[in-house]
C-alpha cells in the first residue's frame, strides 16, 4: 500500500507516532486533526479519532476519501474478555463486531445488523497474519488473534466480559474497531484492529488504567513500527 492510515482514540495511543512522523503536516476535517507525513519511511496519516464508534467512523471515511489512504490500522488499548489473556497481551484482529447492535426484540440475533449483507467484518489476511508475526516477534507468547468486538460502553462488569465471550466469541472489547471495520469494508479498504490489553473489563481499571494504557500503548506503537514497514 503506498498510503496508510493510522488511528487511535486517545492522545496517550497516538503520541508515540506524532513523535516519530517526519515531514509532517497538519490538516483539519469535523474537528478530528490528521497528521500527513512519513513513518518508518512510509507515507502514512495519523489521526486521533476521539472515543467511541461515531467518532472512528467518521474519522476513517475521511481518511478514505480526502487523504486516500488504501489501507487502515487502528492502534490502541482494549478490555480482555478472553480469560487467556493478561494485561499487556495483544490482540491483533480476525473480524470485528459490534456488541451493542441489538435488535433482539424483532428476531435478529444479538450482533446482527438487520437488513444487512454483512455484521462481522473480516480483517485483511495479510495485514492481520503481518501484524501477528511483528507481534509474536516482539512480544513472544503474548499474542492472540480473534475477534474484536466493538460497542459504545466501557465494559466493567466481570458478568458482561463471560457473557460477551460466551456469547460474541470476543477476544477484547473496545469501542472504535468494529465502526472503523464497517466503514472499510463498505469502502472496499483493507484494514486491521490491533489492540494490547489496558485491563480486563472487570471494573477493576480506574484503578490503574492510566498506567496500563500507558505500557500497552507502547507494545501497540512498537507492533505498528515494524508492520508499517512490511507493507
Ligand atoms: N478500552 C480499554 N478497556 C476497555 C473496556 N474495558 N471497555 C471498553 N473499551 C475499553
Redesign the pocket.
Known amino acids: 500500500y503506498t498510503k496508510v492510515g493510522l488511528i487511535g482514540a486517545m492522545v496517550e495511543e497516538i503520541e508515540l507516532f506524532h513523535e516519530h512522523m517526519k515531514e509532517v503536516t497538519e490538516h483539519e476535517k469535523a474537528g478530528i486533526t490528521y497528521w500527513e507525513g512519513t513513518f518508518q519511511g512510509k507515507p502514512v496519516v495519523l489521526c486521533r479519532s476521539g472515543v467511541g464508534k461515531v467518532n472512528a467512523a467518521v474519522c476513517t471515511q475521511i481518511l478514505i476519501d480526502r487523504f486516500g489512504v488504501e489501507a487502515v490500522v487502528f492502534t490502541g ?3 480482555a474478555l478472553d480469560p487467556s489473556l493478561e494485561i499487556g497481551d495483544i490482540v491483533i484482529s480476525t473480524e470485528c463486531l459490534q456488541h451493542d447492535m441489538d435488535v433482539r426484540a424483532l428476531g435478529f440475533e444479538r450482533g446482527v445488523i438487520p437488513f444487512a449483507e454483512a455484521s462481522v467484518f473480516p480483517a485483511d489476511p495479510g495485514l492481520s497474519d503481518k501484524a501477528y508475526e511483528v507481534s509474536e516477534s516482539l512480544f513472544e507468547g503474548r499474542t492472540k488473534r480473534g475477534r474484536v468486538l466493538s460497542g459504545d ?4 462488569s466481570r458478568e458482561t466480559v463471560a457473557e460477551l465471550h460466551r456469547e460474541l466469541n470476543g477476544a477484547c ?3 472504535e474497531g468494529a465502526s472503523v471495520a464497517q466503514v472499510c469494508h463498505m469502502n472496499g479498504v483493507p484494514f486491521v484492529i490491533l489492540r494490547s490489553m ?2 480486563k ?1 472487570d471494573g477493576s ?1 480506574h484503578i490503574n488504567f492510566p498506567e496500563f494504557t500507558k505500557q500497552a500503548s507502547l507494545h501497540s506503537y512498537r507492533i505498528v513500527e515494524g508492520l508499517v514497514g512490511k507493507i
Not at 460502553?153 to 466493567?156: G, K, N, T
Open positions: 488499548v482494549a478490555g460502553q466501557f465494559i466493567a472489547t473496545e469501542m489496558s485491563d473489563a481499571a
